[in-house]
């Protein structure tokens, strides 16, 4: 079990970038796979990308493959989200989330399958 604190987040224009960041906490983080998910007013929490324990396997939203990149620092217990050309559909709050599964090799894009949750950090961006 982790916990999980989001940071990053702001106002920026369309085409800019940005890189979320997400500290965890936990002597067992580097055991668990870890994801990116985003939710809009009056709209579902969905999916980003995430990473597995080991970081040798990724998997993306479609709305963000080529664009954004999950990436993790294991022995500073932290795991990243570069955003690259950035356009105003992905305006959201973004949360940072743990799976459940301990040493999970396949990633899931599911809410279900994550257990721990950071609040979030806000992106915007403007055109």
């Known amino acids: 079990q982790v916990q999980l604190v989001e940071s990053g987040g702001g106002l920026v224009q369309a085409g800019g970038s940005l890189r979320l960041s997400c500290a965890t906490s936990?002597?067992?983080?580097?055991?668990?796979?870890m994801g990116w998910f985003r939710q809009a007013p009056g709209r579902e929490r969905d999916f980003v990308a995430a990473?597995?324990?080991?970081?040798?396997?990724?998997n993306y939203a479609d709305s963000v493959k080529g664009r954004f990149t999950i990436s993790r620092d294991n022995a500073r217990n932290m795991v990243y989200l570069q955003m690259n050309t950035l356009k105003p559909e992905d305006t959201a709050e973004y949360y940072c989330?743990?799976?459940?599964?301990?040493?999970?090799?396949?990633?899931?894009?599911?809410?279900?399958?994550?257990?721990?949750w950071g609040t979030g950090t806000q992106v915007t961006v403007s055109s």
């Open positions: 989330a743990a799976e459940r599964i301990y040493r999970r090799d396949d990633v899931s894009r599911s809410r279900s399958s994550y257990d721990t």
């Open positions: 936990g002597r067992t983080f580097n055991n668990y796979n």
């Open positions: 990473i597995n324990w080991s970081g040798g396997t990724t």
